[in-house]
């Protein structure tokens, strides 16, 4: 069975760091290209980043290219999110997702609140 | 970046009736479209990708259909557990985009 568990989602104050970590079990991790979407509070869904299975790729929105970074540990079955400068807009619950033919597999969710 | 607008925004229909949901994008998406359900305080779930393609386990009242510019999702007879909002996301080129979703209740 699939699993996508997030962790490291807390309260942040404007301007700081935070890595959102996203451990992955029940397939072969580095066949697959790994995201992050995200979701503020009552609002719809926006992609964050995809990292290509090798890492060796990266793609990004405009609203976080030069702030946030996906990586990932093949290793360790793990996809990171490193989040520099947060803004209040930050704000959101930060999904892992496993895309081919769509976003097929999603975690729970971390909830990321930057705010002073 | 290619702009997702679904409609409409909010839709209430009776149990059993045929439901349309509908994407259209600012430019052409070659059919890689696909629909999400997202439950209350759940995360979303893949329930068709590349325009018709029904995911796994997706029940057979779920259908996609379009091209170009112009996507449909289509709920043949309307169940309660339907209740949700289903949002539409563009694969084709990035950044990938989300439509702003459809909020679907039971009149």
């Known amino acids: 069975e699939v699993q996508l568990v997030e962790s490291g989602g807390g309260l942040v104050q404007p301007g700081r760091s935070l890595k959102l970590s996203c451990a992955a079990s029940g397939f072969t991790f580095s066949n697959y290209y790994m995201a992050w979407v995200r979701q503020a509070p009552k609002k719809g869904l926006e992609w964050v980043a995809t990292?290509?299975?090798?890492?060796?790729?990266?793609y990004y929105p405009d609203s976080v290219k030069g702030r946030f970074t996906i990586s990932r540990d093949n290793a360790k079955s793990s996809l990171y999110l490193q989040m520099n400068s947060l803004k209040s807009e930050d704000t959101a619950t930060y999904y892992c997702?496993?895309?081919?033919?769509?976003?097929?597999?999603w975690g729970q969710g971390t909830l990321v609140t930057v705010s002073s | 970046d290619i702009q997702m607008t679904q409609s409409p925004s909010f839709l209430s229909a009776s149990v059993g009736e045929r439901v349309t949901l509908s994407c259209r994008a600012s430019q052409n998406i070659n059919k890689y479209l696909d629909w999400y359900q997202q439950k209350l305080g759940e995360a979303p779930k893949l329930l068709i990708y590349?325009?018709?393609n029904l995911h796994t386990g997706i029940p057979s009242r779920f259908s996609g259909s379009g091209s170009g510019t112009d996507y449909t999702l289509t709920i043949s007879s309307l169940q309660p557990e339907d209740v949700a909002t289903y949002f539409c996301l563009q694969r084709n080129s990035w950044p990938l985009t989300f439509g702003s979703g459809t909020k679907l209740e039971i009149k």
């Open positions: 590349n325009t018709n």
């Open positions: 990292i290509s299975t090798s890492g060796s790729r990266t």
């Open positions: 997702a496993r895309p081919r033919e769509g976003f097929a597999y």
